[in-house]
């Protein structure tokens, strides 16, 4: 069964970076796609990042200013999510999930569309 483990949460001040970490196992790495979501306190779990083998399409919330960009390393079965210029509202857990990797990633990415998951890592800031 596909375990998935984050880490790289921890305490951050506002317009900080922190670098996330999915470490994936047992499975083959390339027979699933990992999405990233959060959860922040009172709100509902949020999609954040999706890459889709159909096309290459990939998504990254907040891409634009480039403050979430993902990346892999294929020799150590683990997927990033690079977050920067973090705000205080987005004090949350963050998770990373696994799914078959043949669908269309979009901004509309779901929770439901992900069948493992892991226990979640959290960003809490400073004053």
């Known amino acids: 069964e596909v375990q998935l483990v984050e880490s790289g949460g921890g305490l951050v001040q506002a317009g900080g970076s922190l670098k996330l970490s999915c470490v994936v196992s047992g499975a083959t790495f390339d027979d699933y796609s990992i999405g990233w979501f959060r959860k922040a306190p009172g709100k509902e779990r949020e999609g954040l990042s999706c890459?889709?083998?159909?096309?290459?399409?990939?998504y990254n919330k907040h891409a634009r200013k480039n403050r979430i960009t993902r990346s892999r390393d294929n020799a150590k079965n683990t997927v990033y999510l690079q977050l920067n210029n973090l705000k205080p509202e987005e004090t949350a857990v963050y998770f990373c999930a696994a799914r078959e990797p043949y669908y269309y990633c979009s901004e509309y990415i779901q929770t439901y569309e992900y069948d493992y998951w892991g226990q979640g890592t959290q960003i809490t800031f400073s004053s």
């Open positions: 890459i889709s083998r159909v096309d290459g399409q990939q």
